[in-house]
């Protein structure tokens, strides 16, 4: 079981600190437990006072789905780190498979398993930087988002077409979309033919059309804008 708090300079924004850790760190294998139903939510944290590279943690961890969850308060939303595909963010500060030390992070159960084990294979030598200018540009991937001028709340989704994705939710290409604990942010997201919302979706790019439902969500009456990136580099329709 997890527990998520919120933990910073004001109720609604944090401006950085050092923080400060007393005792011997975790080293070796850490083995935790997680929920045991499949498509279940776990909040894990980073146990080492070392970064972690998602990558090799995820191939020792193969009973969650190739991506994971981080709330951003820059955003007020969650933002992924997807590597169901090619491997990509939905922004925000999100921009690298790097989790740092002590961070927490969801993940979500593509099995009915309840292990996953943090190893010393997984740390990485240099903490990198999760703020960066530029995100990952693939070809046949559509950047939405959807957000307001009056408030810093913003939800950002991922399209993807790929020749071997399907209009049902699998775990190759997509990623459930889970609602911020801030009530007030908005949201864009790509609805399966079982009517599942996903903040990341992978369609099928051999289609002659292909109708897309979108369902965007406020709770704060006022003007809201939806961007859309990457158009000019749709070439599957």
Same mark, same amino acid.
């Given at each position: ?14 401006? @950085? @600190? ?70 990509? =963010? ?5 921009? =690298? ?10 993940? #979500? ?54 020749? #071997? ?5 699998? @775990? ?28 990341? =979706? ?8 292909? #109708? ?14 939806? #961007? ?10």
């Amino acid at each position: 079981q997890g527990f998520e708090i919120w933990l910073a300079t004001t109720p609604t924004a944090f401006a @950085g @600190g050092t923080p400060r850790t007393i005792g011997a760190p975790p080293v070796g294998s850490v083995p935790v437990t997680i929920g045991n139903a499949i498509n279940e939510y776990a909040l894990v944290g980073n146990p080492y006072a070392s970064p972690l590279d998602w990558t090799p943690l995820r191939a020792a961890n193969t009973n969650v789905y190739n991506y994971f969850y981080v709330f951003d308060e820059t955003t007020h939303n969650y933002e992924y780190w997807d590597c169901t595909g090619a491997c990509a =963010s939905t922004g925000g500060k999100l921009t =690298s498979g790097i989790i740092p030390a002590y961070q927490a992070f969801w993940v #979500d159960n593509e099995t009915a398993s309840s292990t996953f084990t943090f190893a010393e294979s997984h740390k990485v030598a240099n903490a990198l930087d999760l703020v960066k200018n530029q995100l990952p540009v693939e070809t046949n991937m559509l950047r939405m988002k959807i957000y307001s001028g009056n408030r810093p709340n913003a939800h950002n989704s991922i399209l993807r077409f790929k020749s #071997d994705a399907t209009e049902n939710f699998n @775990g190759a290409g997509n990623a459930t979309f889970r609602r911020s604990k801030d009530l007030s942010s908005p949201s864009l997201t790509v609805m399966t033919s079982e009517d599942r919302p996903l903040t990341i =979706s992978s369609l099928p790019d051999n289609r002659t059309s292909l #109708d897309i439902p979108l369902t965007a969500t406020t709770y704060i009456p006022g003007n809201y804008k939806i #961007d859309f990136k990457n158009i000019g580099l749709i070439t599957a329709y």
